[in-house]
């Protein structure tokens, strides 16, 4: 029922930036806080950014703090992620996540299957 479903991934060059997409069905994505995070085949997940229910204040990993940028459409229950000024480091699968930073994400247990992001020259 509840189903995260992520896009916009891709391969860009240094420096380039993507807009990853987050549909979210089966609750209403206002009322959650919602994250973004990413893993590398073998390690663990990573948080990148996250977004609170209610006046929607942001918080970011340092590692892609003024690079990022966490936002949601209400009225299309979507998350958006913008990312600039990308790095080879920001190679990774990323995945939409219903829940806060903090582990909160991660206790929620709602993850989409996520969008793969390369980043090479």
């Known amino acids: 029922q509840v189903q995260l479903v992520e896009s916009g991934g891709g391969l860009v060059q240094p420096g380039g930036s993507l807009r990853l997409s987050c549909a979210a069905s089966?609750?209403?994505?206002?009322?959650?806080?919602m994250s973004w995070v990413r893993q590398t085949p073998g390690k663990e997940l990573e948080w990148v950014s996250s977004?609170?229910?209610?006046?929607?204040?942001?918080s970011y990993a340092d590692s892609v703090k003024g690079r990022f940028t966490i936002s949601r459409d209400n009225a299309k229950n979507t998350l958006y992620l913008q990312m600039n000024a990308l790095e080879p480091g920001d190679k990774d699968m990323y995945s939409c996540?219903?829940?806060?930073?903090?582990?909160?994400?991660?206790?929620?247990?709602?993850w989409g299957q996520g969008t793969q992001v390369t980043v090479s020259s």
């Open positions: 996540a219903r829940g806060g930073g903090g582990g909160r994400w991660f206790k929620d247990g709602t």
């Open positions: 089966g609750f209403t994505l206002s009322s959650r806080s």
């Open positions: 977004i609170n229910s209610g006046r929607g204040s942001t």
